[in-house]
């Protein structure tokens, strides 16, 4: 879809049990379960990146083998406010619960 530059929008992710949902404003706007692999520790750390995929520096091409293979991905273009990080997933009524609580 698209999001209309200028305007405050309240973006949530969660993953869990090998799902991904995708929430804008509120709304579940659509959901991910081809999330193949498993999670493991790197052997070399990397910093913290939100918006964006693993530093570029670092990405090796599908099949290469690796902890860094990169098949794509987009790149978030705006500011973000007020990031969050939960230890638990967030049902889709928590989501909404928190957009409705802090919209503008």
């Given at each position: 879809g698209t999001i209309e530059r200028g305007v405050w929008h309240h973006y949530v992710v969660t993953f869990g049990g090998g799902n991904m949902a995708f929430y804008i404003d509120g709304?579940?706007?659509?959901?991910?379960t081809n999330t193949p692999g498993t999670l493991s520790t790197l052997a070399t750390p990397v910093n913290l990146v939100i918006g964006q995929s693993l530093p570029t520096s670092i990405f090796v091409a599908p099949g290469a083998g690796?902890?860094?293979?990169?098949?794509?991905?987009?790149?978030?273009?705006?500011?973000?406010?007020?990031?969050?990080?939960?230890?638990?997933?967030?049902?889709?009524?928590?989501?909404?619960?928190?957009?409705t609580v802090e919209k503008p």
């Amino acid at each position: 879809g698209t999001i209309e530059r200028g305007v405050w929008h309240h973006y949530v992710v969660t993953f869990g049990g090998g799902n991904m949902a995708f929430y804008i404003d509120g709304f579940l706007t659509k959901t991910w379960t081809n999330t193949p692999g498993t999670l493991s520790t790197l052997a070399t750390p990397v910093n913290l990146v939100i918006g964006q995929s693993l530093p570029t520096s670092i990405f090796v091409a599908p099949g290469a083998g690796g902890d860094f293979e990169n098949y794509g991905g987009d790149y978030f273009k705006g500011d973000l406010d007020e990031v969050r990080i939960y230890k638990s997933v967030l049902t889709a009524a928590q989501v909404n619960s928190i957009y409705t609580v802090e919209k503008p």
